[in-house]
Each structure stands twice: as structure tokens, then as C-alpha cells.
């Protein structure tokens, strides 16, 4: 029972982050953007040509950091994997939605699609469709409760790595959100767009700081998905349905709805893997989509982002 609970804490924590992105994207850009399961991969597999890159280099200072299976060469690859997929975010929004935005959030949404299937067939061309990995290291998981506490815990240092580093992640987010002052003039646009030009706040710099906060979360997202399992080209589609869930769930909106969604979705997914099996997996993040849906459309925590960040 406990060590369910530990994996559905390890997936729901990239679910999370990824979700923050999406709900951003969502309250502030206004449409639902398709294509952000996509860039989650290309983080990943930018983060993965980084490291290539490292070792030819010359390989120095490629050996793990003791207990970790990574070294210092990841942590660097995976701030180069979030400038990179902010750029990629950027001329996206540049080339394609930018245009469109006049047209209505239902071509943004089209457009979205049509751009998500064209980043994944890149990624498949480039990349090819084997699976890789970050690090050939072995990892023995860490036993942090014995088997007769209701089943035991146990856990890998690179997942106790990913689980910190989530919680840093979102606790900064949420002070620059609250105390800075493009926080609140992000909070403001996803209230009043009108209102806050009236008052000043320039909407291209929010939108342009949206991309920004929503490509970073992905990029770190996706390196950590294929830290904790494996790197594949169809990781972003695998990864948007629960994505969505976890946004509905927690509200349309709220950062901290993202997060706590996007554990009750990893936790669902977990308990479907030992319950069912793991082909059944997408299928819990699916059925927790639904059931909320007819329950509580609006979500857990269905407030404006303006008025709960």
C-alpha cells in the first residue's frame, strides 16, 4: 500500500509540473494548448543531446553524483533543455499563434493539434523510435520502511531527487506569482485582460512571460519523466491526457489545483498499475478525467488564477 503510494507520488510530481503549464497557458492565453505535451518531450530530448554532446566533449565530470545515477552534466543539460524549449515555445507562439490569436481560441486549438503532431513526427525522425536513457547506472531503491509496515517503502535516490526538486520548483513559483510584480500582473491578465491594459501592464510581456514559465516547467517535466522511466518520442502524447485530468481536477486556473491534481492523477495511475496492470495505466488518469467532469465540472479548486495562485 505504501510503496503505491510512493510511485503515484514520483509520476503525479511530473504530472504536476507539467499541468502548471498547461493551466497557465489555459487562463492566460485562453485556449487549450494541445501541443504542450510536445514540448515536455523536446525538453527531454534536448536534455538528452546535451548530455551527448558533454561526453564527446570529453567526458569530464561525467561520473554520478553518489547516490544518484546522474552526474553534473544532467543538472546543466536540463538548464540547457529549458533556454532551448523556451525558444522552440517562443517561435512557436511567433510563427504560429500569434497569427491566430485574433481568430478565436477554437483555430488556437486546431493549430495546437496540428503543431503537436508535427514536433512528434520531428522528434521520431530525429531521434528514432528506441527508447533511451539518461544513464546506464544501476539503482538499488532505498528502503525507507520494512515489509511489515503495510507492505514496506521503498525508493530511488533519483526519484527522492525528482520529488525535492518538484517541491522547490512550485514553492518558487508560487512566491514569483504572488510577490513579484509580473506575478501579479500575469494574475491580473488572467482576470481582466481589459481591465489590465487599461491599468498599464503591457499584454505582450505577459504572454510572452506565459511561454516563458509554461516551456520551463515542460522541459523540466519531460527530463524528469525520462529520468524516472525512459526516454521515448511519444512521452509528451503518453503524457497529455494526464496532463488534462490533472488540470480539470484541481480547476481551471489554480496553480495549486495543478499540483495537488496532478497527484491524486499519479496516485490513480499507480493504484491502476497494481490493481489492473500497466498496459491499463492511461486508462485511471481517463476515468478520474470523466468522473470529474460530471461531478465537479469546475474542478477542486475552480477559482480564477488571478484570485488563487
Known amino acids: 500500500m505504501l510503496q503505491v503510494l510512493t510511485d503515484g507520488l514520483v509520476i503525479g510530481s511530473v504530472v504536476s509540473l507539467g499541468a502548471i503549464g498547461l493551466s497557465l497557458t489555459f487562463s492566460i492565453l485562453r485556449f487549450s494548448n494541445f501541443g504542450h505535451g510536445e514540448l515536455l518531450a523536446w525538453g527531454a530530448y534536448f536534455a538528452f543531446s546535451a548530455l551527448a554532446v558533454f561526453a564527446a566533449v570529453g567526458g569530464v565530470g561525467t561520473s554520478p553524483i553518489a547516490p544518484f545515477s546522474f552526474g553534473w552534466p544532467l543538472l546543466a543539460a536540463l538548464l540547457l533543455a529549458a533556454v532551448l524549449t523556451t525558444l522552440l515555445a517562443l517561435a512557436l507562439d511567433w510563427v504560429l499563434f500569434k497569427r491566430l490569436r485574433l481568430q478565436g481560441s477554437i483555430t488556437l486549438v486546431i493549430a495546437s493539434f496540428g503543431a503537436a503532431l508535427a514536433m512528434r513526427n520531428l522528434l521520431l525522425y530525429y531521434y528514432g523510435g528506441i527508447p533511451q536513457y539518461y544513464s546506464q547506472e544501476l539503482q ?8 511489515s509496515v503495510w507492505g514496506g517503502m521503498r525508493i530511488t535516490p533519483d526519484q527522492l531527487f525528482v520529488l525535492g526538486l518538484t517541491a522547490v520548483t512550485v514553492t518558487g513559483l508560487h512566491l514569483f506569482l504572488t510577490r513579484s510584480t ?34 520551463v516547467l515542460a522541459a523540466v517535466a519531460g527530463v524528469f519523466a525520462g529520468l524516472t522511466v525512459q526516454l521515448r518520442p511519444t512521452i509528451g502524447l503518453d503524457l497529455l ?69
Open 140 to 147: 538499488i531503491a532505498v528502503a525507507l520502511l520494512p515489509r
Open 182 to 215: 509580473l506575478g501579479r500582473a500575469m494574475r491580473a491578465t488572467a482576470m481582466n485582460p481589459q481591465l489590465a491594459r487599461v491599468a498599464g501592464i503591457d499584454p505582450e510581456r505577459v504572454l510572452r512571460a506565459t511561454w516563458v514559465m509554461g516551456a
Open 241 to 309: 491526457l494526464p496532463l488534462f485530468a490533472a488540470v480539470i481536477l484541481g480547476g481551471i486556473g489554480s496553480v495549486w489545483g495543478a499540483v495537488i491534481g496532478g497527484l491524486i492523477v499519479g496516485l490513480a495511475e499507480s493504484v491502476a498499475v497494481a490493481v489492473v496492470g500497466a498496459e491499463y495505466r492511461a486508462a485511471a488518469a481517463f476515468a478520474v478525467l470523466i468522473t470529474i467532469l460530471l461531478v465537479r465540472p469546475n474542478g477542486l479548486f475552480g477559482d480564477k488564477f488571478g484570485e488563487r495562485a
